[in-house]
């Protein structure tokens, strides 16, 4: 009995004494959300809403806490002559008031009532749910060989009076 | 053993002095806002990330389990899953067989948890419980296992009294392209797995999967039983290897902007060597027949959902279940129908309603021409209404929560029964969260309990127990009488999560039973004279008892490439007959776990866990078998050779030698769990 658990502590004891030396090698990339942060910061940087002029700033909204400290990263961010401002929000019904939102992964179940809400609202919508331009959104980020990558659904965008600037366009792996 | 355990020390002291050799190019530090959007897409995605998971605002003692897990820690059944979750009990009964639980009553026969996989229950109205042995999916297809300890009947449905365990494949859209793996091992003989996902037309995705395994026998240890049994056991045989194949599939159909559409199925057949008791009228009254058993089924699921508008969706569900089995003392045949309809809905400011009703229809026909089992009843029908409302209300903005709930249903066996939950959750600063909650829910009456006759054994003549001069046939009855169980709960948690790196979460319950079954003694029937004496008993609801214990979760991230991880339980238990059915849970579980990423291509995981001893029931003798206390060690290997292809190495139950996790109540012999290993081969295209 005893030796079993002098075996286990050996295995704990390596595993910690070794994996700070090793830990160096991974921990200098950004991570893979504030890299989703600063895409749609670019997305915003580039975006033309209607009335944008009256706004007193630009309204990045997202939905889980699991983004909380990437989105905070921008606020000390501007676009052209107006702040950015970055929040959390809980309900469908907050949409309304975002110049951009971005729907993770996990609000997959919500996409149906948001569509239905925002329709013709002048939103931009981001996500990297698969398939998000086909079912109705306008940017979605894409993973292609370990690297970002978007699509565009331009006659949504259109049909709510957004315009995005040639520059992001064609980037885009996808125009629609 | 002592040989095993050396090369497994070895083998990790390799590979640990191996891995400080490697060391990764590491980019220079920028930030990626100060990136021009070309130069973002230039930067390789790492899947590590600096935050731990968000806090969980569910009033409810919950735990997660992600696909991610799955593949990391090799886990190639759904039980195997769920062995190193706080508060579950789960141990391997025989090479197939698996008892899981939360909060006590484990068996294999356990009735107290509902388990859902993509909404569709696996729970078996037979002896009530679930045959994990079929119950399965590519494992690299589910997205997450979420499992929620105490009373969830008013939201899930009766017989959530311990808790309920949701399977969730992922959907069709995010499992695009080709996926193949390959694998063999001690245990694990064989198995090969091969699934393709597309996309068919704009909105339209879908996959379909088939697999196959094959699985070694457990060994039986004669010292396990006593030494008259050994000998009979011997001689009929020990075989429990089995193997089983599945296929299955998913579509996933958006219908404009407002509505989508899923449809899945699976289909799968298992042939299954098993040693089970049968109670004989000559000496020695029991014999062990070690025998072939195959058990088949499949299934169709539709899942419609609509949104209204912002803040109201419509969902109907709807599947078709059909299951056979056939084992030498019981079998059946069952359809199950089943339909909801729910709609949630927000209104105000402050109220997010969900509500709905149910309707399950099951057609079980019992295979009478077995021994052991036999039935009284004659409608193979049961029915079961229900109706399901629950507002959840923000009582002050970002902090206080109430959720009411309820749910009103009626079966086909007993009476109606309301089984109300409220819950309460407070978030008083960011980064801490408590919770408390009052639930009652019911576990309805099993086909066994309303309606059986099961031959639970034969007392030899001239003994103790038996001093007359015939054998003494036990018949346990069935009682169209005999009521739902009933619990009620008071459950409170504390979770706390540092912004990166720790992260805390507790729970305490207390439990109190009543209506638990019992048997009583009804009459010794001698029609039967010369041949035999009968003495049958009836279940009824006379036993009563309360539990209650604490359950932890905590979690570091050491640094961007080490997390570890610790789950404890602890569980008391008092019953009025000395202990709840089944088994007596284990007063202590520990589980520490880590994941270590050693290089990008190259990570780690391992694990350590401690069993307490538990008692289960013997039917016929009147001790408790006991199971001593155990603890074993997983280590995972998962390294990356391509961008497609992963090669993995897997240890289980490591330094501690074969033992017995488990002794089942009913119809089975002990098996030992020993060490084993498994390598695998993924290719992902």
């Known amino acids: 009995m005893a030796r079993h658990q002098i075996k286990i502590f050996l295995l704990l004891a390596l595993l910690l004494s070794h994996s700070a030396q090793t830990a160096v090698a991974v921990a200098e990339q950004p991570d893979s959300r504030s890299l989703i942060a600063a895409l749609n910061y670019n997305f915003a940087k580039y975006a033309d809403w209607p009335g944008e002029v009256h706004a007193k700033s630009i309204d990045l909204c997202y939905f889980t806490d699991t983004f909380k400290n990437s989105f905070n990263q921008l606020h000390d961010k501007a676009i052209f002559d107006k702040p950015v401002s970055t929040r959390q929000i809980k309900d469908v019904e907050q949409t309304g008031r975002c110049h951009l939102v971005y729907i993770d992964r996990s609000e997959r179940d919500i996409l149906q009532r948001l569509f239905v809400y925002l329709r013709d609202k002048p939103v931009l919508t981001v996500s990297d749910i698969t398939g998000f331009v086909d079912d109705g959104g306008m940017i979605e980020i894409v993973k292609r060989d370990n690297k970002f990558r978007f699509k565009v659904n331009m006659s949504r965008m259109q049909s709510s009076n957004l315009k995005m600037s040639s520059q992001v366009l064609k980037l885009a792996v996808e125009v629609k | ?685």
């Open chain 2, 1 to 685: 053993m002592q040989k095993t355990g050396m090369v497994g020390l070895w083998t990790l002291g390799c590979l640990l002095s191996c891995c400080t050799a490697v060391r990764a190019d590491s980019a220079p530090s920028t930030s990626p806002l100060d990136l021009s959007l070309q130069e973002l897409l230039e930067i390789e995605v790492t899947s590590v990330s600096r935050q731990s998971e968000s806090l969980s605002s569910a009033a409810a003692a919950i735990y997660v389990i992600t696909g991610e897990e799955i593949r990391q820690r090799g886990f190639q059944s759904i039980p195997q899953a769920l062995r190193d979750v706080p508060g579950l009990h789960v141990v391997q009964i025989d090479s197939q067989k698996w008892a899981v639980s939360s909060r006590g009553f484990n068996g294999r026969y356990n009735n107290k948890m509902l388990v859902l996989i993509d909404g569709r229950s696996v729970y078996s109205p037979e002896f009530s419980g679930v045959y994990w042995e079929v119950q399965d999916t590519l494992m690299a297809d589910i997205d997450r296992i979420e499992v929620i300890r105490g009373p969830g009947a008013a939201i899930w449905g009766a017989n959530a009294v311990n808790g309920v365990i949701n399977i969730m494949t992922r959907h069709s859209a995010d499992t695009l392209g080709g996926y193949a793996e390959l694998g063999a091992g001690d245990y694990q003989q064989a198995f090969a797995g091969f699934r393709y996902g597309g996309r068919l037309a704009p909105g339209l995705t879908g996959r379909a999967y088939i697999k196959a395994f094959k699985r070694d026998d457990l060994e039986f240890n004669p010292a396990d039983v006593s030494p008259a049994a050994a000998a009979l056991i011997n001689e009929s045989g020990t075989d429990n290897h089995w193997w089983k194949q599945q296929m299955g599939g998913r579509l996933d159909i958006s219908l404009g902007t407002a509505s989508t559409l899923t449809l899945s199925g699976a289909a799968y057949d298992s042939m299954m060597d098993q040693s089970v008791t049968v109670p004989t009228l000559t000496a020695p009254y029991i014999e062990y027949p070690n025998i072939n058993s195959e058990s088949r089924g499949w299934h169709v699921l539709g899942d419609y959902s609509r949104a209204l508008s912002a803040d109201s969706q419509l969902n109907l569900k709807a599947y078709f279940d059909h299951a056979k089995r056939d084992e030498s003392f019981f079998g059946f045949s069952r359809d199950t129908v089943d339909l909801e309809l729910s709609h949630h809905l927000e209104f105000g400011q402050r109220h997010e309603l969900l509500w709905g009703f149910g309707y399950r229809h099951i057609n079980n026909e019992l295979d009478t021409n077995q021994s052991v089992i036999d039935t009284q009843g004659e409608d193979e029908s049961t029915n079961l209404w229900s109706l399901f409302v629950q507002d959840q209300i923000t009582l002050k903005p970002d902090t206080l929560w109430l959720t009411l709930a309820t749910r009103f249903e009626h079966h086909s066996y007993t009476d109606s029964e309301w089984q109300p939950t409220v819950r309460l959750s407070w978030q008083p600063w960011e980064r801490h969260h408590f919770w408390t909650a009052l639930s009652r829910a019911v576990r309805t009456p099993s086909q066994a309990e309303n309606e059986y006759l099961i031959n639970v054994g034969n007392l030899a003549p001239m003994t103790a127990f038996n001093p007359t001069a015939f054998v003494n046939r036990l018949i346990l009855e069935g009682n169209s009488d005999y009521d739902s169980e009933s619990v009620k709960s008071i459950e409170a948690g504390y979770r706390y999560a540092s912004g990166h790196q720790f992260s805390l979460d507790t729970a305490v319950f207390y439990n109190d039973y009543d209506d638990l079954r019992s048997n009583r003694i009804a009459d010794t029937d001698f029609s039967t004279l010369p041949a035999y004496l009968t003495t049958r008993s009836a279940f009824d609801n006379d036993s009563s008892g309360h539990n209650y214990g604490l359950e932890l979760s905590a979690n570091w991230l050491l640094n961007e490439s080490l997390k570890l991880r610790l789950n404890y339980t602890y569980i008391e238990s008092d019953f009025s007959d000395g202990q709840p059915q089944n088994t007596d849970a284990p007063e202590q579980l520990v589980s520490l776990m880590t994941s270590w990423r050693i290089h990008r291509d190259l990570e780690m995981t391992a694990s350590w866990r401690y069993v307490d001893r538990s008692q289960s029931i013997d039917p016929v003798q009147v001790d408790n078998q006991s199971v001593d206390a155990y603890h074993g060690v997983d280590l995972g290997l998962n390294w990356q050779l391509t961008s497609k292809l992963r090669l993995s190495a897997f240890a289980r139950n490591l330094f501690y030698g074969s033992h017995v996790e488990y002794k089942a109540e009913l119809f089975s012999i002990p098996y030992r769990v020993e060490p084993s290993f498994f390598g695998r081969l993924t290719l992902e295209y």
